[in-house]
């Protein structure tokens, strides 16, 4: 399943992460961190896991973390899908 | 043990992630009035996901979804309940029928979870002038019911009165809810002392409703916690009273005496109860 449109989740605030989401043929993720050098890859790992759980296979992902924990980063990459997958 | 709860915002990743550090025996998660419309669905899923990854440590978890009346109701409890919180807080519960139509519903989801009946248990919030009237009814209504809850923000608006720190306006109310609940076997929650950085006046407010018989208190700050606690914690005189109290009935039992007396004064079913009731929370106390 492909995201339909354009969808934002989540805030800059601390403890946070700001998803933006859009249409797109395959899966790319962009990441901003602080903690880009220690976490990126389990991050992008994560985000990766919720889009297949959520059933997307095409979508742009822009992650702008806020030193969000694991639980926060899945719950606001799963707002997003849903908000972009939505007529 | 549930003497404080704290409210937190159910959008607020870094309150709800902290949450269990700050000292109340029970968590909020606010889905109502914490939360925009818009972000009712963000908020949902960061809610569940808090309560399934989380580590909540000693404290209970409570949900405050949003009410029947409203479409984000069966959306809530289908979110939050395999993560299986200890209680729903169902808002503007105003008569039985709202309790059981609530009642319905999370039977319904429990039992497509394969939980036993009654996992989840409900703590209607009574904050209407109509609630307050059918307050035993409410508390009375099923038995997943397990404690009710006084918002004093909401009944002043439908009273059309101000709301004071001193609470005049709301004593009635307030000890309505008491004996309702009392009546019926369940707990009651005393409604959030809302200025922050009174420090006396939380103690005023806590001591007020500790003396009417509520089991505890709601606090809308972590800074409220600490007091709520101290005041709803039996006293060290108060334990080793309930000590003596047991260990004379014991003694007594021992020695086929039906009657005893204790310090000149008789001990009868009621003191052998609330004794038991303070060692009982001395000892959970310990645990924490």
Same mark, same amino acid.
Do not use: W
């Given at each position: ?6 969808a ?15 249409? +797109?043929?395959?899966v ?26 959520c ?25 997003? +899908? ?6 | ?9 159910? @959008? ?53 979804? @949003? ?19 200890n ?14 139509? $609530? ?62 720190k ?41 001591? @007020? ?13 972590? /800074? ?5 606690? $101290? ?29 005893? $007396? ?5 001990v ?5 109860? /609330?004794?038991q ?6 000892e ?5």
């Open positions: 399943m492909k995201v339909l449109k354009k934002t989740a989540g805030t800059m605030e601390s403890s946070d992460a700001y998803i933006e989401i859009e249409p +797109c043929d395959d790319e993720i962009e990441l901003s961190s602080v903690v880009k050098a220690q976490f990126g890859d389990s991050i992008i790992e994560t985000v990766k896991s919720v889009l297949s759980e059933g997307v296979t095409g979508a742009r992902v822009k992650i702008s973390d806020r030193g969000a924990l694991d639980c926060v980063l899945r719950a606001r990459v799963e707002t997003a +899908c849903l908000r972009g997958k939505e007529q | 043990m549930r003497r404080s709860m704290l409210f937190l915002p159910g @959008n607020t990743p870094n309150m709800l992630i902290n949450g269990s550090a700050l000292g109340a025996d029970a968590i909020i998660f606010d889905l109502e009035d914490a939360v925009s419309p818009t972000e009712k669905d963000a908020a949902r899923i960061l809610v569940r996901n808090t309560l399934k990854y989380g580590d909540m440590g000693r404290c209970e978890t409570i949900v405050r979804v @949003n009410s029947i009346d409203t479409d984000f109701f069966k959306k809530d409890i289908d979110a939050v309940l395999p993560e299986k919180p209680l729903i807080m169902l808002p503007k519960t105003s008569c039985e029928k709202d309790v059981l139509t $609530a009642d319905e519903y999370i039977t319904e989801v429990e039992k497509k979870l394969g939980f036993p009946e009654n996992t989840v248990r409900l703590m209607p919030l009574i904050e209407t002038a109509l609630g307050v009237e059918n307050a035993f009814e409410i508390a009375a209504a099923s038995k997943r019911v397990a404690a009710i809850f006084l918002g004093a923000e909401d009944l002043t608006a439908d009273l059309r009165c101000r709301r004071t001193e609470g005049r306006e709301i004593e009635y109310a307030r000890t309505r809810l008491v004996v309702a609940a009392r009546a019926a076997g369940v707990d009651v929650y005393d409604t959030p002392f809302t200025d922050v950085n009174d420090d006396e006046g939380i103690v005023r407010d806590a001591e @007020n409703a500790k003396g009417l018989g509520f089991t505890g208190k709601a606090s809308i700050s972590p /800074r409220h916690v600490e007091v709520i606690n $101290a005041v709803f914690s039996p006293t060290q005189k108060e334990i080793d009273y309930a000590y003596e109290v047991m260990d004379a009935i014991k003694l007594a039992k021992e020695q086929g005496r039906g009657a005893i $007396a204790l310090h000149g004064k008789m009868d079913a009621p003191i052998v109860l /609330r004794a009731q303070t060692i009982d929370m001395a959970e106390m310990q645990k924490r």
